[in-house]
């Protein structure tokens, strides 16, 4: 009997031990074998995504994955991306919820990036972490990209509406998808970390709202105005600078509350408008005294035949006096709203070629 009761609890102690070994494995957010790419504001509990292209990547030996998440909007999507390709296009929640990120994956190593496509005007999303099965193995982050590159723009940079294909130019989260921007297509071009800075509407001098570029540039979290970027963390090769075209249309309509508020009856001359960009390229330029920088403009009306502004910017640059500081101009696009994907990758193969030809790194 005794043999008997013997092998029973040896049976249930095989079973109960099989089970704990096939329980799912939690990763938290700060866990050091994750990848983040952005400006990332890190809470007790999770991960804050709030920029447009913020990301975090894992590389692991298993069959699936899951990741939990916590919108504080319902506009923001996600790019789920395996092994470098884009399977599906997330919705999160506003309730903390685990979705499936993939599953039914072949045997071996894979990596899993989620992706925002959407801008910090979508609002923010929390990341707690990913899950992975009990059998699937964790594995050492990828060693970091060598080149670096960083964006400051508009709605341009941050793709806004450049999958609505009804040519109505729709704001909505749905319609937005950074990751194919000529910014990020220029990143993976380069195989480089990218971090884009950027908000539909904003301007040098004035912007579709009270927020301008040298009052947002430096935030880590871009709703908050006392907690600043610490920008030793990140160092970028390449800065690309590609504003002004919301200040070539508000400087034109007097009327408008922002041109009001910055200006008050008359509109800024040359002068001050190009004093005004020279300050805030000076002022990237005090963050990374050695980085390359270059100030474009395009592809929408700011460029086009007779615009005064690509002259500003050039004017900009010349008086900037500094052998690293390049202007690269889109050419207008001669269509209606913004750019579309087809748009996007065109404006990326021409900065891809002028790094290439003008900047060593």
């Not at 960009?277 to 007779?306: N, Q, W």
């Amino acid at each position: 009997m005794r043999a008997i009761v013997k092998n029973i609890i040896s049976l249930s102690c095989v079973f109960v031990f099989g089970f704990c070994n096939v329980q799912n494995q939690d990763i938290a957010f700060d866990q050091p074998n994750l990848t983040y790419e952005g400006r990332i504001m890190f809470r007790p509990d999770a991960a804050e995504l709030s920029w447009s292209g913020s990301s975090v990547s894992i590389q692991f030996k298993g069959s699936s994955i899951s990741a939990t998440l916590q919108d504080l909007d319902t506009a923001n999507y996600y790019n789920v991306i395996v092994d470098c390709k884009v399977i599906s296009k997330l919705h999160t929640d506003t309730l903390k919820t685990k979705y499936i990120l993939a599953s039914g994956l072949s045997e071996g190593t894979h990596q899993v990036q989620l992706y925002k496509r959407t801008e910090w005007d979508k609002g923010k999303t929390l990341f707690y972490g990913f899950e992975l099965p009990g059998d699937a193995k964790l594995l050492p982050a990828e060693k970091p990209k060598k080149r670096k590159i960083e964006f400051y723009g508009n709605s341009i940079t941050s793709a806004y509406g450049n999958e609505d294909t009804s040519g109505k130019d729709r704001p909505y989260g749905y319609f937005q998808n950074n990751y194919e921007s000529y910014a990020a297509i220029t990143a993976r071009h380069f195989n480089a970390q990218y971090h884009c800075i950027s908000k539909s509407g904003i301007g040098v001098l004035v912007s579709w709202f009270p927020l301008i570029m040298s009052e947002m540039y430096d935030r880590i979290d871009p709703n908050d105005s006392v907690l600043k970027w610490d920008f030793s963390k990140y160092t970028p090769d390449v800065v690309v600078i590609n504003l002004f075209q919301n200040d070539s249309w508000i400087v034109n309509i007097p009327k408008n509350e922002q041109f009001k508020n910055r200006f008050g009856k008359e509109a800024p001359d040359s002068t001050t408008i190009i004093a005004a960009y020279k300050d805030f390229v000076s002022s990237i330029r005090g963050k990374y005294p050695h980085s390359s920088i270059i100030c474009t403009l395009g592809s929408m009306d700011a460029t086009k035949e007779g615009s005064q502004w690509p002259g500003y910017v050039q004017t900009a640059v010349s008086q900037l006096k500094d052998d690293k500081i390049f202007s690269c101009f889109f050419p207008f696009k001669n269509s209606g709203g913004h750019p579309n994907i087809k748009e996007h990758h065109a404006m990326a193969d021409q900065l891809i070629g002028f790094i290439e030809e003008n900047i060593e790194w």
